[in-house]
């Protein structure tokens, strides 16, 4: 596998940061994610040296949750919620939808880089479902009309 | 100057409210009127989102849903002194849907800015804590305790004996820890405290802190809810500035501390223990019980974990007293539950009552049935790992005691609609391959069983040995119920089953098999 560049600074200034809260892990985990989109494999003898952990034992974590990820994600990263009701709404059309609209499945990035898609279950936009999430952003009552609009505005936004 | 308010609530936003507010702020300076912009939470009433209100000298009057090219028109039409317009709907709070409800944990919620310790204050704020300072703490827990109030995450367990145990077991340093993992599909109304007003949870854990001689909280809040997440750190910040929490609470020389740790996408973690797991940084594995978390909790200290509606119903219990809050109700299920009525549903949205309304006249009064028009077949209460409920069973009160008795769970008070063109055995599928993806691994029942469950229910679908299969299923079931060491695995049967027992047709079934 071809090593891919990341910021190394930043990820010594999380961890420096972080590493004396109680508990520090998932913060400096969230804190690299955030910085850098993703968790680079080979940060994790220098995260393991500062919380005076294994490396299977910060590997292990990294791997149980679903939200961290080892591998840079595209520009924006869109969670589809895949919950019970989001399902009584049809997200099971919007899902299809979307997945041959940007020609990828769960878990890949379109090869332009612009899109990554994750699934989640519930964003707690219930009571608008079906929903996403993309950024920060949740969008409710999705359709696939309003899924081209948000990804053709997001497109043009980017270019 | 006129106030004007848009919700800045996420599912609110989700639907255009930014950009309403904006055209309103854009819209006012071209015609020269002032207004005063407050970004609310949301009322609950999601359907008619974005809600804009305009405080008038005869109250709070309401239009929605407005999108940004209906603002031009509210203002000409004069809806800056509450005038009558396409999209007004009269005073906000006596809109059916919201004066028919008793808000007592809900009661800033859409009303205050959620982030102004000021208008917090303004409207009975902190008069919990005021009153929780006078006394000692086996008082609060008193008061607490005859509230009768039950804990709202799921497990309905009393939250004051909770806090006597924690209470009554020395140790030099003691935590709260507030569970805002709000997993369950179908539920919102911790995101909707957090971000509409997070200070009255904020009160609540001091007040719990307090109670115990907890001096350190954290909430654990979903990765999901980064709005909640935003609102929490604002008012968290303001409170500690304004001296209701820090090192000297209002001169009392108490000290209290509070801080937000965001999850990772984890279901488990909701679970209490596996909660604490993680708070440690580590992986999300459920602990054995004992110890409980009153006695060994978090860093092995004596830990009070309790749901975010849970704390955030203390203040109001210490402010009015407990036999207040517990004259609300039914039997054992004394207060309010802020129910949460989801998918499928043409009125989806929170509602605040006491115990004991039923679930029929919560989907048809509040809900006013599907939202496709087509008739409702099945409701999901208690999130993914609560029972699918057929027509027949509409007239159970909520009560916990009363879904307990036929095999279902009221759980955190989330409710999913699903029409007559949901397919049951896909439903139990799902939640099958729900517990498969979440398993924390620790048994095998749960991290085994779910897949082969998963596998089991394909067959039944693809009509392979059905009758061998349907009987594989339903031992499984009972293996996963009996061999569990949490919910997640022991309770997924309830999904699976109820939807195979009350919908045997849509599993190739023809008689209707009995209720496990
Ligand atoms: C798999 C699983 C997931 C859970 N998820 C949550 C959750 O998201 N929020 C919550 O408050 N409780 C959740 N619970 C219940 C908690 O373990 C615990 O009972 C609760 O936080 C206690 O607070 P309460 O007494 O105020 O309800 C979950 C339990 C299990 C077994
Ligand atoms: S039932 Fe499942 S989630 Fe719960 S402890 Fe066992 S393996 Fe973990
Ligand atoms: S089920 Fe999709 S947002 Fe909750």
Known sequence: MTQTEWDRDAVTEVIEQKKSMPGALLPILHGIQDRIGFIPEDAVPQIAKALNLSRAEVHGVISFYHYFRTTPPGKRTIHLCRAESCQAMNSEALEAHIKTRLGIDYHETTADGAFSLEPVYCLGNCACSPSMMIGHEVHGRVTPQSFDAIVNELREFAA | ??????????????????????????????????????????????????????????????????????????????????????????????????KNQERLTFARVGITDPVSLDDYLAHDGYRGLRNALGLDPAAIVEEVTASGLRGRGGAAFPTGIKWRTVLNTPAEQKYIVCNADEGDSGTFSDRMIMEGDPFVLIEGMTIAGLAVGATQGYIYLRVEYPHADAALNQAIAAALEAGYLGDDILGSGRRFHLEVRLGAGAYVCGEETALM???????????????????????????????????????????????????????????????????NVKRPGLIEKAFGMTLRELLYDYGGGSASG??????????????????????TPLDYEAFSAIWAVLGHGGVVVFDDTVDMAKMARYAMEFCAIESCGKCTPCRIGSTRGVEVIDRIIDDQDRAKNLALLRDLGDTMLAGSLCALGGMTPYPVLSALNHFPEDFGEKSVAQVA
Not at chain 2, 4 to 19: C, K
Not at chain 2, 299 to 325: C, E, H, M, R, W
Not at chain 2, 374 to 395: C, H, K, N, T
């Open chain 2, 277 to 343: 797991e993680s708070i440690e940084g580590k992986r999300g594995m459920v602990r054995f019980k004992p110890p409980l978390p009153a006695i060994e909790g978090l860093f092995g200290q004596p830990t009070v974990v309790n749901n975010v509606i849970s704390l955030a119903s203390v203040p109001i219990i210490l402010d009015k007293g407990g036999k207040y809050y517990a004259d609300y109700g039914m039997g054992r299920s004394r207060g309010t539950l802020p129910l949460q009525l989801a998918g």
């Open chain 2, 1 to 98: 100057m006129t106030t004007v308010y848009v919700p800045r609530d996420s599912s609110a936003l989700g639907l255009g409210a930014e950009r309403v507010a904006g055209a309103i702020q854009m819209e006012a300076a071209k015609r020269n009127l002032p207004i005063d912009l407050v970004r609310n939470g949301s009322r609950g009433l999601y359907w008619l989102e974005p809600l804009v209100e305009v405080a008038t000298p005869a109250g709070r009057i309401a239009y929605g849903p407005v999108q940004p090219g209906d603002v031009a028109g509210l203002f000409d039409a004069g809806f800056l002194e509450g005038k009558a317009h396409p999209l007004c709907l009269g005073a906000t709070e006596e809109i059916p849907y919201l």
């Open chain 2, 374 to 395: 087509r008739p409702i077949r099945a409701v999901q209460v208690g999130g993914p790992l609560g029972s699918f409920m057929p027509e027949s069973q509409f007239d």
